[in-house]
DNA sequence: GCCAACGTTGGC
DNA sequence: GCCAACGTTGGC
């Protein structure tokens, strides 16, 4: 069992937006980075669980917990002319881009904003992917201790 | 295969 | 809106 950390601009996809998904579940289409692909191709498993965060918007932050229910699948809109992830050169057959779906589990009892994990950067979090210089990945790996520590900052 | 130009991400 | 970081593209 994996732990993760996705990134979604709220102006494209809120956590109230997830909530309000049939199921409390979506796909989670348009990547479009080799190594997040990998992540969700190699790495990823059913009943993994990910932060939810909310990028470029006033005060990002993780507000969520979310659980991985399907595996890695093709992303359909990379096959659609009308579509702004439309890739020519991915073919059904030989398809470049995967998804996975996920479902929210719950949302957080406060937001644990990016200013708040910054404290801990360069001790409890040292090293965390999301805090690392110049990182720009939509999702990333959270060790285990990473997952529980942040969590323990929530009723603080 | 190199590398400059360009586009995107994302915090501030 | 700015800018640093960095992935991708394309000419050579």
Not at 28 to 34: A, I
Not at 122 to 149: C, D, H, Q, Y
């Amino acid at each position: 069992m994996s732990y993760w950390l996705f990134k979604s601009e709220p102006s494209v996809f809120s956590i109230a937006d997830l909530a309000a998904s049939r199921g409390r579940r979506t796909h989670w289409d348009g990547v479009r980075n080799y190594q997040v692909r990998n992540f969700m191709r190699e790495r990823m498993r059913v009943s993994d669980r990910a932060f939810f965060y909310p990028s470029s918007c006033a005060e990002p932050g993780i507000v969520g917990i979310v659980s991985i229910v399907k595996g890695a699948y093709p992303d359909p809109t990379q096959f659609d002319p009308d579509d702004p992830h439309f890739d020519p050169r991915s073919t059904r057959e030989n398809p470049r881009w995967y998804m996975v779906d996920v479902a929210l589990e719950r949302q957080l009892a406060r937001p644990i904003t990016l200013a708040e994990l910054k404290r801990y950067a360069g001790k409890e979090l040292k090293g965390m992917a999301l805090l690392r210089r110049g990182n720009r990945l939509s999702i990333t790996p959270v060790s285990e201790a990473e997952w529980s520590f942040i969590l323990s900052l929530e009723r603080r």
